[in-house]
């Protein structure tokens, strides 16, 4: 059941070439524009591309996992929800279709960004059991995301609507350790900097790759991504029988 | 196969539905025939366990529709109002995806999907994504969804708005021949002749409540609006005519209540043989008709 829902999410990524472009050409953008257009002028001590990789490849994740918002709003607006829930199979497969090709296509589009990182000059130190744990990392902060964004698309009443959600997550990673390091910002931004969820996940990720030091940034971000999945799990389910039953 | 007892869904303020009893045999036609915000919709979404209702009981083959609402839908199928289809995904798509939800294997859901295209004339855009169909493409493969595999009840909400008259011959006799393969239907309707055609039982509803119930012809008796109207050129046929059937008389004009059939028409035209005659109109009894009967003279 469910696969055949994933597999319908996957097919309507291959139909809609927006999708496509924001989710390739984005990521590059962001990345060439970091690199070359900032890179000269912020100084974090390492390589610039070396400290900034860690936080484009979550900010791409976040935000193509905020797209599941869309597609979540798209289907709950239009009647094809009624044929799924007038289905002898849980509704809310139809979510999980999308949860899961979101991961896919998150995975897809972080391969090519961080290959086209190595071909420019990203040096990372990871071991072959360090990138797991990058991977492992990556995959539950996108679980984390698509389930926030399955909140969010049920919420909305519009597509636009959820369109918005996502304008929110492409601009969280700004204010974290992404792209410059904290102390260099205002007091109140570094408090509120150091207590989000995006910044133990960026410090984990980086020195995963690079060596930095983790300290608790380990747990912390397990923990966040762990929290904020089951939340929005719980909640996504609650919303969906809410939402299509009235 | 359907029985409700006392189905109430108020929205706000609204009554929506208003204490409605009905009973449907199996292999029968049943309408539910209402003007636009009668609470057809309302009805077939509590009965298709979509939407709770506020009071009241449906089962549906015995199964209850909001404690057992897995094993409703394991037997019902839904073409609702408007056409639940994925527009992004082609016709064969949506086809393959219902039957692979229906636990059909890979190649019988291929196979289905090719015989449904060829059933519903939908062969030649079984490659383009549904968004690029016509209105009456889209109701069809909507149609053909609801039919992947063969449900005990199937349910469609105002299946014929916006067909062609072809299309809708089409599916009457669709729902025909499913009802004689045993198959229950429900469906919703704006149009008496749509009802008067198909179903084996009709309930009229109005504001939330069934106001009549029946088959078409008790119901039609409960209307008389139905008349043969006739023209003429002078005065002399005119009182020839209406000494031989007896009418209302207005100017040049004789009107005959009829119940429209085609034998009550030949019968008065037999009993006017050699009165010359300017023009014939039939009337049938209207939506409009029933419900200035059965609502007291407010109109749908
Ligand atoms: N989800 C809803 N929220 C509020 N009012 C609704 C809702 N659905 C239907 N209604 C109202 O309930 C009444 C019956 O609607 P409906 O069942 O759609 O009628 P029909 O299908 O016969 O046209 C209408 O007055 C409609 O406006
Ligand atoms: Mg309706």
């Known amino acids: 059941m469910t696969l055949t829902l994933v597999w319908r999410s996957l097919r309507h990524l291959t139909r809609s070439f927006d999708n496509l472009l924001m989710t390739v050409f984005l990521p590059l953008m962001i990345l060439l524009l970091f690199v070359y257009v900032f890179g000269g002028a912020i ?91 990058v991977l492992g990392m990556l995959v539950l902060f996108v679980l984390a995301m698509s389930w926030l964004s399955v909140v969010f698309g049920l919420i909305a009443r519009t597509v636009e609507g959820a369109g918005g959600f996502s304008f929110f997550v492409l601009f969280l990673p700004y204010v974290s350790s992404a792209f410059v390091p904290t102390h260099t910002m205002p007091a109140a931004l570094q408090f509120a900097a150091r207590n989000q969820p ?27 991504c762990v929290g904020i999945l089951v939340v929005s799990y719980a909640l996504a389910r609650y919303l969906f029988e809410r939402r299509s039953s009235h | 196969m359907i029985d409700t007892h006392g189905i109430v869904k108020t929205f706000g303020r609204l009554k929506a539905l208003d204490g409605v009893d009905l009973h449907v045999q199996q292999g029968k036609v049943f309408a539910l025939l209402g003007p636009n915000g009668a609470g057809k919709t309302t009805m077939v979404r509590v009965l298709s366990s979509l939407m709770r209702p506020d009071a009241g009981t449906a089962t549906i083959a015995g199964h209850d529709v909001v404690r057992e609402s897995r094993k409703t839908r394991s037997v019902i199928s839904l073409t609702g109002q408007y ?28 196979q289905r999907a090719s015989e449904l295209l060829e059933e519903f004339e939908l062969v030649e855009a079984r490659g383009r994504p549904v968004k690029n169909y016509s209105g009456g493409m889209k109701r069809r493969l909507d149609l053909a969804l609801s039919l992947v595999t063969t449900p005990q009840v199937l349910f469609l909400d105002e299946p014929t708005t916006g067909l062609d008259p072809r299309s809708r011959l089409d599916l009457w006799a669709k729902v025909r021949n ?29 504001r939330g409540r069934v106001v009549a119930l029946g088959t078409p012809e008790e119901l039609k008796r409960l209307v008389p609006g139905g008349r043969i109207e006739l023209a003429f050129g002078t005065e002399e046929d005119l009182r020839a005519a209406a000494a031989r059937v007896p009418g209302l008389v207005e100017e040049l004009r004789l009107s005959v209540p009829t119940d429209g059939s085609a034998g009550e028409v030949k019968r008065v035209l037999d009993a006017l043989d050699g009165i010359e005659l300017a023009e014939l109109t039939v009337r049938k009894p209207s939506l409009d008709d029933v419900f200035l009967q059965l609502t007291g003279g407010r109109a749908a």
């Open chain 1, 43 to 133: 100084n974090t001590g390492t390589a610039y591309i070396n400290y900034v990789v860690p936080g484009i490849v979550l900010l791409c994740a976040g935000y193509g996992a905020s797209q599941t918002a869309v597609s979540v709003t798209n289907d709950m607006v239009r009647g094809i929800i009624d044929r799924f829930r007038s289905l002898p199979i849980a509704g809310s497969a139809v979510l999980t279709g999308h949860v899961a090709a979101s991961v896919a296509r998150i995975l897809v589009s972080t391969a090519i960004v961080v290959g086209v990182a190595l071909g420019i000059g990203f040096r990372p130190s990871a071991t072959a059991a360090e990138w797991f744990g």
């Open chain 1, 198 to 224: 995006m910044t133990p996940i960026i410090e984990t990720t980086r020195g995963l790759l690079l060596g930095t030091p983790i300290g608790n940034s380990g747990w912390l971000a397990v923990a966040w």
């Open chain 2, 83 to 110: 056409a639940a289809v994925d527009e992004l995904l082609t016709g064969e798509e949506n086809l393959r995806m219902m039957a692979r939800l229906r636990k059909l294997s890979r190649a019988r859901a291929r």
């Open chain 2, 178 to 206: 499913l009802a004689r393969g045993g198959v229950t239907v429900l469906l919703t309707t704006q149009y008496l002749e749509e009802a008067d055609n198909l179903a084996d039982q009709v309930a009229v509803l109005d």
